[in-house]
C-alpha cells in the first residue's frame, strides 16, 4: 500500500495542475487540438505536402479514437503523463517517501510542464513523462539486453521528432553497453521507434528547412527579473510569453529557482557517493547538452539561424527550451539526495518531518498560479454546431457527384483566437475535426514578424486567393486539388491577410451556411496522387514502428506468462 503513495500523490498534484480541464469537452490550447473524431489523412501518415511535425502523434491518436472517444483519449493522455511522470521520479530515486514525493511534486509542479502544457506540446509532455520509466529499463537492459518494456516505452517517448531525440539520447546514454551485438539491437530499436518521422523527413528534406528568423524568436528566454540562462536552470525560458505563469515574472520565480539550486546544491556530496561513476556522466552529459543547447540559442541566435536555414531537420533544435527535458536524469537525482541531506541536517524530528513535507509543498506554493488549470485558462469545451454540419455536407458530397479534394479554411490563418473557446489561442481546429485532408496554413506571426512556413502548397493557395475574382479564384483553388472552402467566423485570427479582405468571394456551391461556418463547394477539381515511392518509403517507417510495438506487447504477455507458471 505505502508502494502506492507516489501514484496517489502525483495523480493529485495532476488533477490540481489540470483542475477545469477534466471537465466534460475539449482542452484546445495554442497546439493541442483534439477533435471527437480524428481521421487519419496523409498528412498524419507523413506523406503529404507539409512536412511531418505530427508524425506519428496525429496518426497514433486518430487509430485510438476508433476505440477510445476522443473527449476522454485526450484526459487519459494529458492526465496519465503528469502521473507517470511523477510516479516515475519517484521510483527512480532512493530515500524516504517524503524525500521521494517532493521529488515529484518538482518534477510535476515546474515551468517546463505548465508552459509546455498552455502550449499545446502534449506529445513533448507525453516524452517527459516516459523519461524516468525510460532510465530504469534502460538500466536494466544493459546486462540482458533491450528487451519488452523499453520496445513499448520507446515508441510512447517518440510521438513528435523533438520527443523522439530527446528520448534516444537518453536511452543511448543509460542502455549503452559496450557490446556491439547488443548495442546494434539498441539502436535498431530506436530507429524504429523514430522510423516513421525519420522516413518521412527523409521525403521532405527539399523543405526541410525552416525561416532563420525563427531562431531569435524561438530561443530560450529570460522570465521576469531571471536571465534566459538562470530561467533555464529552473525548467523555465520558453520562447512565448503568453503562456508564462505570471508568478515566474516576479519574486517568487526567482525564490523558486534559489530554491531548486540550493536543495540541488545540497545533494551534490551525497550524489558523488552514492550515484554510479557511468551514470553520474551520463547524468552531467544529457544535463549539458539541454541546457547547453537552450543557452546557445540565446547567446547565439544568428549561429541557431544558419543552422535551421542551411540544415535540413534544423528546425528540430530551434527551440530552445524544448531540450531541457535532457536536464530532468540529473535534476531529479540531485533534488532527490538534497532533500534527503536537508532533512537529516535538521535534529529536531518535529522540525525535520516539518522539513520534508515543506520540500514536498513548496512548489506549489511558490507557483500558485498554475493551479486549477493554470488559474482556469485550461478549461474543456465543446465545438460550434456548425462544425459537425460541415463534416456531414463534405462526407455526403465524398461519393455524390459534387466537389472532391482537399479543404481550405479562411481566414488563412494559422491561430484562432474563437469565442467559443473564451479567446484562447489554438491552431485552426475545424479542418482537423472534418474527415478530408486540408491545406493549412504553417506560416506564424510571433512578435509581429512573419515567419515563412514548410508547406510548399501554402504560398500557391495564397496567390489563388489573392486572384481579383471569385471565379478566377475557384478556378485556382480547383487545381490545386481544394475541393471546398470553410469559412470561421468564429473568432479572431493572428493577423494574416487574406487579400482584399478575411472573406474573398469564392465561386461554388454554397453546402453548409450555420453558425459561423460556411461551407463552398468547388467543382472541376483536379486530383491529386501521393508518389508510389513515398508510399513505399513512408510505409516501411510505420511497419517499422508498429512491428516494435508489437514484438513489445508480446513480450510482455510472453513474461507474465512465464511467471504464471
Not at 370 to 378: F, I, M, N, R, T
Not at 452 to 480: C, K, N
Request: some cysteine; aromatic content about 8%.
Amino acid at each position: 500500500m505505502r508502494s502506492l503513495l507516489p501514484w496517489a500523490w502525483s495523480f493529485v498534484l495532476a488533477a490540481l495542475l489540470l483542475g477545469p480541464a477534466l471537465a466534460p469537452g475539449y482542452l484546445l490550447s495554442y497546439d493541442m487540438v483534439w477533435v471527437p473524431d480524428l481521421a487519419l489523412r496523409p498528412d498524419f501518415l507523413g506523406v503529404g505536402s507539409a512536412l511531418p511535425r505530427a508524425v506519428p502523434s496525429d496518426a497514433v491518436v486518430a487509430v485510438l479514437d476508433e476505440v477510445i472517444p476522443g473527449m476522454v483519449l485526450q484526459k487519459v493522455v494529458l492526465l496519465g503523463s503528469l502521473v507517470s511522470a511523477g510516479a516515475g521520479s519517484a521510483a527512480l530515486v532512493r530515500g524516504s517517501m517524503l524525500t521521494r514525493m517532493a521529488v515529484s511534486t518538482f518534477v510535476v509542479w515546474n515551468p517546463f510542464v505548465v508552459e509546455r502544457l498552455l502550449l499545446g506540446h502534449w506529445p513533448v509532455l507525453l516524452g517527459y513523462a516516459v523519461l524516468p520509466w525510460l532510465i530504469l529499463v534502460a538500466r536494466r537492459g544493459r546486462e540482458s539486453g533491450p528487451g519488452p518494456a523499453l520496445c513499448l516505452l520507446v515508441p510512447l517517448g517518440s510521438l513528435s521528432a523533438g520527443a523522439g531525440l530527446v528520448t534516444a539520447l537518453v536511452v543511448l546514454g543509460f542502455g549503452w553497453s559496450g557490446r556491439l551485438r547488443q548495442d546494434m539491437r539498441l539502436f535498431a530499436l530506436l530507429l524504429a521507434g523514430n522510423a516513421p518521422w525519420i522516413f518521412s523527413g527523409l521525403l521532405h528534406v527539399g523543405e526541410a528547412t525552416s525561416d532563420a528568423r525563427a531562431a531569435t524568436l524561438f530561443a530560450l528566454h529570460g522570465e521576469g527579473h531571471l536571465p534566459a540562462p538562470l530561467a533555464a536552470l529552473g525548467m523555465g525560458g520558453i520562447w512565448n510569453a503568453e503562456v508564462v505563469p505570471a508568478t515566474r515574472a516576479g519574486v517568487l520565480g526567482v525564490v523558486m529557482t534559489v530554491l531548486i539550486v540550493v536543495v540541488a546544491a545540497a545533494g551534490f556530496s551525497r550524489w558523488l557517493r552514492e550515484e554510479t561513476r557511468r551514470d553520474r556522466w551520463v547524468q552531467v552529459v544529457l544535463w549539458c547538452i539541454g541546457w547547453g543547447w537552450a543557452v546557445f540559442t540565446w547567446a547565439a541566435s544568428d549561429a541557431t539561424g544558419w543552422l535551421v536555414s542551411h540544415v535540413p531537420a534544423g528546425g528540430l533544435l530551434r527551440d530552445g527550451s524544448r531540450l531541457l527535458a535532457l536536464c530532468l536524469p540529473l535534476f531529479i537525482v540531485l533534488l532527490a539526495h538534497g532533500a534527503h541531506v536537508l532533512r537529516a541536517r535538521v535534529r529536531d524530528e518535529a522540525a525535520a518531518l516539518i522539513t520534508a513535507v515543506g520540500l514536498v509543498l513548496v512548489p506549489i506554493a511558490l507557483m500558485p498560479d498554475a493551479a486549477w488549470g493554470v488559474s482556469g485558462d485550461l478549461a474543456a469545451v465543446d465545438f460550434p454546431d456548425g462544425y459537425d454540419a460541415a463534416r456531414v455536407a463534405m462526407d455526403g458530397h465524398r461519393d455524390g457527384t459534387g466537389a472532391d479534394g482537399d479543404v481550405v479554411v479562411l481566414p488563412f490563418s494559422a491561430y484562432r483566437a474563437p469565442t467559443w473557446n473564451h479567446g484562447r489561442k489554438v491552431l485552426d481546429p475545424l479542418p482537423r475535426f472534418l474527415d478530408r485532408d486540408y491545406v493549412s496554413n504553417d506560416e506564424l506571426v510571433v512578435d509581429d514578424v512573419l515567419i515563412r512556413g514548410e508547406d510548399p502548397r501554402v504560398p500557391e493557395v495564397r496567390d489563388a486567393l489573392g486572384l481579383p475574382t471569385a471565379q478566377e479564384r475557384a478556378r485556382a483553388l480547383a487545381e490545386l486539388g481544394i475541393g471546398f472552402v470553410v469559412f470561421d467566423s468564429s473568432g479572431p485570427h493572428d493577423g494574416l491577410a487574406d487579400g482584399p479582405d478575411d472573406r474573398p468571394g469564392i465561386a461554388g456551391d454554397v453546402i453548409v451556411d450555420e453558425g459561423p461556418v460556411r461551407v463552398v463547394a468547388l467543382a472541376g477539381v483536379s486530383g491529386r496522387s501521393t508518389p508510389l515511392a513515398w508510399s513505399w518509403v513512408a510505409g516501411l517507417g510505420w511497419a517499422l514502428f508498429v512491428g516494435l510495438v508489437v514484438v513489445g506487447s508480446m513480450g510482455r504477455v510472453v513474461r507474465g506468462r512465464t511467471r504464471q507458471v
